[in-house]
């Protein structure tokens, strides 16, 4: 699919494009925090024998995407961590991404993942090979399975507009990536936050996007408009890592119910 | 004295005596008896039969002369002397301790007959009194006087008098004739009383304030507030409830009309004071003419507002990893409210919709630091540019919160500091609240890319607010990934974190957090926006992420005054008498390890603004730490008003007690004596009760008990005298019998 996509549009709209990001890339940029450090970081949580994530360009593309939308900064280098690696615990955010099924995890994964949550980190999983009506690939049921194994009483419940990562920064209406899936995304909620986020809608084919410019993986059903909210929804999911439940805050009540209640799609 | 008198021999038992004159009494009836019998001589019979007897009966007496030196031992009387303020008071232009002192005097003229003890009663029990010293008391415990008196391993007292003007804390108004009773149970001797005043002085005055509860910041505090009208024309009075502040007048905070009935009348205000801490209020009526105590028109009273729940704006110019570390700590806290407003987009950003779409809101700049600035206890500006939201307007704004008693805590970041503008403003100017100097030359550096890790000063390593930090990461700090170039530190500001190796212009360390006392306010530079690694990086997972909550735990706790965070608390044991030097106390943090005790100051000043300088202040005094943890320093005489003390401790920041000190207090809130209470707690005891212009000398004090200091005994005559004596005596009965017919 990856390759076949690629060569039709490569010609049609691969060198504009490439135009248009070089050029953006020149353009003046806001400095991000002092050496990206604390800048949001999509990791790449690596397990197993895995080596890379499902969709290796989508991380670089959600940090481009969230940088050029908004103010958060973000490292537009990715950077991965395995497991069982000391260094789990140097940043907050863990994109744990597959196609496959999960081997099951060592007892030093299992420590690294217990102790990134206990200092309250959040974990996007996101099944890049769900079945056709959305629900879990084997990634998707194994991951869960394995994560049942670091967090006791990990079951997760199902989110959906009403939750603040969908209002973070965009509003909207439910969950789409490469396919449409559920309305809905899952999630682990430990002491009232939010710590793992399932995503069967394998938003990270939705984002990636290859050197050339092109967008590597269709988007089913919607096309364009479904990868732009596919998009949205991580960009989201960012500021809900950057901002925590900024949005659920009194001061912005008003404000959303009125637009909402413009908005066709929502519920009043 | 020297006295002489006779005795029986001092070998013989009391019953022997009496055995004795009852077998003399005996014999002398039987004699009587036995003259019937007679035929003639009666005269002889009787004369040498009694004399017989009688010589008999010396014989076993064996009489003997004791001379002694004695003394008179007057019975010992306590007088408790009223030593409270109210003593102060005057009526017919004598004081009331000046009637007392005149009591005193009379009573002492009894000297020679009764051993006084003169004690003075007040707050709590009873000391020595010295008739020198003005009345400072501030209650009138009398019911812990007697208890002292009682409790006393001296000898027991035969009778109690009390001097007094009547109004007393204990025993209370209206107490019942047992209350009173119960007063004297463990004495168990009559209380005498004598009163030094009849009539009120004509006066209005602010008897009582109570507050409904506790003040909390922004919470309507109800106050009760009773008025009294004594020998003036006074059916209703105005009542003003006021705050005294040091950037103006006392403001006013709420009045109302008290109407009086039968002299008092009550009436209730509601207040809301806005900044937590000490807080003054000034209650103050207006006074009718003819008002002879102008001093209880007005009552000082210091409340402690709490806060409920600390309100603090939180202000970030980008989401970072840093702003979701402190607003996961802030929204942690149940006991703080956050306001939070997060720029998530500049107008540079391109978030390709519609605004409908997005659920962004506008940066309410004009009413947060305009309106709604005095609501929150506290302002944190993280990571944030003053410029492009139209804030720089508004930090006049800010710089007056501070020094009006608000919070503020500046966070790095990019956008910080020099980068947000902040140099040229009240912020950071010469003048500026913020601890640290910023340099607002053109082309100044901002920031410093170069990661490094925070160097702990001394000051950080002693000051009670890092505390936390320090027993939960020790001296290690995490790595950081730049820092704000920040300023030299201003005079008054504290460096708790440097630089390792940069340099501010004046050549010291580069400071990297540093706090600083402005005003009433304090504030906070943090020239760092990797505190977040506190919870996430190896540091982090060795002590379970404890280190970032550690962090803010103090410096928001130091910043809302946690006495947690203090190093210092500063108490005033005996309140603040105006006019009479008082102690202020100060309880330091302990020193730590090889710590060297220095020397501490104290600063006073005056909060409410006077017409004219107070004399004597600013005030400036210092103290030497020694081995334990207290200085004491003696302020002296103040004016009625309301003061702000400061401690500076070496190398630790300031610590603020604010106090107030009034010329009669709650003693002369009340300026009527009560005789009444007086003259039941006489009765009750079995005691007298007098006014002072009544003759003192009738008090039935105890009588004086005779005392012998020497003794001397010598017989009359030797035991073998009296014998013989008696054996010719009886010889002589004898003889005198058998020649008037008697066997």
């Not at chain 2, 507050?211 to 922004?218: F, K, L």
């Not at chain 2, 506290?378 to 919070?407: I, M």
């Not at chain 2, 027993?471 to 630089?499: C, F, I, K, T, Y």
């Not at chain 2, 002369?668 to 212009?693: M, Q, V």
């Amino acid at each position: 699919m990856r390759g076949h996509v690629g060569r039709v549009r490569i010609f049609t709209f691969g060198l504009p494009l490439l135009a248009a990001c070089l050029l953006a890339l020149a353009l003046p940029r806001r400095a991000s925090a002092f050496g990206d450090v604390g800048a949001f970081d999509p990791r790449v949580l690596l397990t197993g024998t895995e080596t890379e994530a499902a969709r290796p360009d989508a991380p670089p593309r959600w940090s481009w995407e969230l940088v050029q939308r908004t103010s958060a900064p973000a490292r537009l280098r990715p950077t991965s961590v395995r497991a069982d690696e000391p260094t789990i615990v140097e940043t907050p955010f863990l994109y744990w991404s597959g196609a496959r099924a999960v081997s099951p995890l060592t007892s030093r994964e299992i420590s690294g993942l217990r102790q990134f949550f206990s200092l309250g980190g959040l974990m996007l999983v996101d099944d890049a090979a769900p079945g056709e009506e959305g629900q879990p690939g084997p990634f998707g049921k194994t991951a869960r399975g394995e994560l049942a194994r670091v967090l006791s009483d990990a079951t997760p419940i199902a989110i959906g507009d009403e939750n603040v990562i969908f209002k973070s920064f965009y509003l909207l209406r439910r969950a789409e990536g490469r396919v449409a899936g559920t309305k809905t995304l899952d999630a682990v909620v430990r002491g009232g936050m939010t710590r793992i986020i399932f995503s069967s809608h394998d938003l990270g084919g939705a984002l990636a996007r290859g050197p050339t410019g092109v967008w590597e993986y269709s988007v089913t059903p919607g096309g364009d408009a479904q990868r732009e909210r596919a998009i949205r929804l991580a960009v989201n999911i960012s500021m809900f890592a950057l901002c925590s439940n900024y949005k659920d805050d009194q001061v912005h009540a008003p404000w959303l119910m009125r637009r909402r209640a413009i908005l066709p799609g929502f519920e009043p | 004295v020297t006295t002489t008198h006779l005795a029986s021999s001092s070998d013989l038992p009391p019953w022997a005596v009496l055995l004795a004159g009852l077998l003399l009494l005996a014999s002398s009836v039987i004699l009587l008896f036995e003259l019937r019998r007679r035929e003639r001589g009666g005269v002889a019979i009787v004369t040498t039969g009694l004399l017989a007897v009688m010589t008999l009966f010396v014989a076993v007496l064996r009489p003997v002369r004791i001379a002694s030196r004695e003394s008179l031992l007057g019975g010992r009387v306590v007088v408790l002397a009223d030593s409270s303020r109210s003593m102060a008071l005057a009526e017919g232009g004598e004081t009331r301790r000046e009637v007392r002192d005149r009591v005193m005097a009379k009573l002492l003229d009894r000297a020679k007959e009764v051993r006084f003890t003169l004690l003075g009663f007040g707050d709590g029990i009873s000391r020595p009194l010295d008739p020198s010293k003005k009345p400072t008391d501030g209650r009138s415990d009398l019911a812990s006087a007697l208890a002292a008196v009682a409790d006393s391993p001296e000898e027991r007292p035969q009778a109690v008098v009390v001097v007094s003007d009547g109004r007393l804390d204990d025993p209370p108004e209206g107490s019942s004739t047992e209350a009173l009773k119960a007063l004297d149970r463990a004495l168990g001797v009559p209380i005498h009383v004598v009163a030094t005043s009849r009539e009120s002085p004509p006066d209005a005055s602010v008897r009582r304030v109570a507050a409904a509860g506790a003040a909390v910041a922004h919470v309507p505090l109800p106050l009760r507030i009773q008025v009294g009208c004594v020998g003036l024309v006074c059916d209703e009075l105005t009542v003003t409830a006021k705050e005294l502040r040091d950037d103006g007048p006392p403001a006013l905070l709420a009045s109302g009309l008290a109407h009086l009935k039968g002299g008092i009348g009550t009436l209730d205000l509601t207040v809301t004071l806005d900044r937590a801490g000490p807080r003054i209020l000034e209650i103050g009526i207006g006074a009718p003419p003819g008002d002879a105590i102008k001093e209880n028109d007005r009552r000082l009273v210091t409340l402690d507002v709490a806060r409920e729940r600390i309100r603090v704006l939180h202000v970030a110019g980008e989401p970072t990893n840093d702003v979701r570390a402190l607003r996961d700590w802030l929204k942690g806290d149940a006991s703080i409210d956050v306001v939070a407003f997060f720029i998530l987009r500049t107008q540079s950003d391109a978030p390709q919709a519609d605004q409908r779409d997005l659920s962004l809101i506008p940066f309410p700049v004009d009413e947060l630091f305009t309106e709604h600035l005095p609501s929150f206890d506290a302002v944190v500006l993280q990571d944030f540019d003053a410029q492009p939201y139209g804030l720089e307007k508004y930090l006049p704004n800010l710089a007056h919160y501070v020094r009006n008693g608000g919070g503020l805590i500046m966070v790095g970041g990019d956008n910080a500091f020099v980068k947000g503008g902040y140099a040229n403003t009240p912020l950071g100017n010469e003048t500026g609240v913020l601890p640290v100097h910023l340099d607002g030359t053109p082309g100044a550096t901002p920031a410093d890319l170069a990661p490094f890790t925070p160097s702990w000063t001394e000051a950080g390593r002693s000051v009670p607010l890092l505390a936390p930090l320090r027993a939960a990461v020790g001296e290690e700090l995490p790595v950081m990934p730049g820092a704000n170039v920040l300023g030299d530190p201003r005079r008054e500001s504290l460096v708790l974190w440097q630089h390792p190796s940069r340099k501010a212009p004046s050549g010291v360390p580069m400071p990297v957090l540093a706090v600083a006392e402005e005003g009433n306010g304090r504030t906070i530079a943090l020239g760092v926006d990797g505190g977040w690694q506190l919870e996430f990086s190896q540091l982090g997972a060795r002590t379970g992420g404890r280190g970032h909550a550690a962090l803010w735990d103090g410096l928001l706790g130091w910043l809302m005054r946690d006495p947690r965070f203090e190093p210092a608390q500063l108490s005033l044991p005996g309140g603040c008498v105006a006019s009479t030097p008082s102690l202020l106390r100060a309880h330091l943090v302990p020193l730590g390890p090889g710590a060297t005790p220095g020397t501490v100051s104290l600063d006073v000043t005056r909060i409410d603004q006077v017409s004219e300088p107070t004399a004597g202040l600013p005030l400036h005094l210092e103290g030497k730490r020694r081995a334990g943890e207290s200085v004491e320093f003696v302020l002296p005489a103040l004016e009625s008003g309301g003061y702000t003390a400061r401690l500076h401790t070496p190398g630790g920041p300031a610590t603020r007690f604010d106090f107030a000190c009034e010329t009669g207090g709650d003693e002369w809130a009340d300026s009527r004596p009560d005789p009444n209470r007086l003259k039941a707690l006489a009765e009750a005891t079995g005691g007298t009760f007098l006014f002072a212009d009544e003759d003192v000398g009738r008090l039935p004090l105890p009588p004086p008990t005779r005392v012998s200091s020497e003794r001397h005994v010598v017989p009359v005559a030797p035991p073998w005298a009296w014998t013989l004596l008696a054996t010719v005596a009886l010889g002589a009965h004898w003889i005198t019998r058998r020649r008037s017919g008697l066997s």
